[in-house]
């Protein structure tokens, strides 16, 4: 899997995920907003023929996206197997995961929390395979922020809605915000994230 990152000599890393159609130079541009720790901006396996990368496959459909699950899965696994290695150099690991990168940030966060120390998932999607009734009951309280614009054309904001609403029903006291905009991230919600972030990281 191929990254760019910066500062490997630190004790955290901060690995940030992109979403469909970019790579990974799409999210390199957030690294300021995780001062004093490693970054690790990872690029998707998939190349898409009109440019690009993807974690997993897309069929867009008139009634909606329709997920390659058994993609997505596989992606899930490659990222586990990929954090768990960070583990053996790292005190702690953070994710940041922009649409499809915060898809399987989520799945990661409600999975395998003991692998990272918190998330933050930009503009993601309810996926019912990740938000089962039988995870919610493990999650346990680890940082997590969640942002999503009004606007989004990609990702309807009532998704997001469905993902506060599953967290509110778990241990985790998550940070949800919502922004006017687009299928983006906005300087209000990177400000937001980077004072989030710090927050969160004194009070570990």
């Not at 999650?139 to 942002?147: A, H, R, W, Y």
């Amino acid at each position: 899997m191929e990254k760019i990152s910066c500062n490997e000599s630190l004790d955290e890393c901060v690995v940030l995920l992109h979403g469909y159609g970019a790579d990974m130079r799409d999210l390199w541009g957030l690294k300021t907003l995780f001062p004093g720790k490693c970054i690790m901006s990872l690029q998707a396996p998939l190349s898409l023929p009109w440019g690009g990368f993807s974690w997993f496959d897309i069929d867009f459909t008139p009634s909606g996206a329709r997920y390659d699950e058994r993609g997505l899965e596989k992606s899930i696994l490659i990222l586990r197997d990929f954090v768990e290695k960070l583990n053996l150099k790292y005190k702690k690991v953070w994710l940041c995961g922009f649409s499809q990168g915060s898809i399987i940030s989520h799945a990661l966060f409600v999975r395998y929390q003991p692998l990272i120390a918190g998330a933050a998932c930009l503009s993601g999607r309810f996926v019912k395979s990740i938000f089962t009734d039988e995870q919610k009951g493990k999650i346990i309280n680890k940082p997590l922020f969640i942002s999503h614009g009004t606007e989004d054309q990609t990702i309807p904001y009532e998704s997001a809605l469905k993902i506060e609403n599953y967290y509110k029903r778990s241990a985790v006291d998550a940070h949800f915000r919502k922004y006017r905009m687009g299928h983006e991230i906005s300087l209000e919600c990177q400000r937001d994230l980077k004072k989030w972030f710090e927050k969160r990281c004194l009070s570990l």
